[in-house]
């Protein structure tokens, strides 16, 4: 499999994992308090980490740090967006279309020749 493959796929479970440890407590535990959130968020982003670390080392093999941390940024917002509104059931604001925009500005930036 390509190291930059590999990377982005990695990268994108580790998201998954963290944006379900620095979110999600807000909506099943907030009755509960906050070292309970605390203790199930640092379990879930164990899981990240096993994800992440690799993902970086495989990744820097054939990315610069910045590419690899703007590429870690992109895919933080693909999973973030579509958590925040399927599972927190937020609205899609017009907000969130021209932060994208804004973000394809510094892919280009950081991946041009």
């Not at 390509?2 to 009755?31: C, E, G």
């Not at 670390?53 to 992109?74: C, H, W, Y």
């Not at 937020?90 to 973000?103: E, G, M, N, S, T």
Request: charge should be positive.
């Amino acid at each position: 499999m390509k190291p930059l493959f590999l990377t982005t796929i990695l990268l994108t479970f580790s998201n998954m994992f963290m944006t379900f440890a620095w979110y999600a407590h807000l909506r099943n535990l907030s009755a509960k308090p906050w070292y309970v959130a605390v203790l199930v968020s640092w379990g879930i982003a164990f899981f990240e980490y096993t994800l992440q670390v690799p993902a970086n080392r495989i990744g820097f093999t054939v990315l610069d740090l910045s590419r690899l941390k703007i590429l870690q940024e992109i895919l933080s917002l693909t999973v973030f967006v579509p958590f925040l509104m399927l599972y927190m059931h937020q609205p899609l604001k017009l907000d969130y279309i021209w932060a994208a925009v804004c973000i394809l500005g510094a892919v280009y930036f950081v991946f041009r020749a």
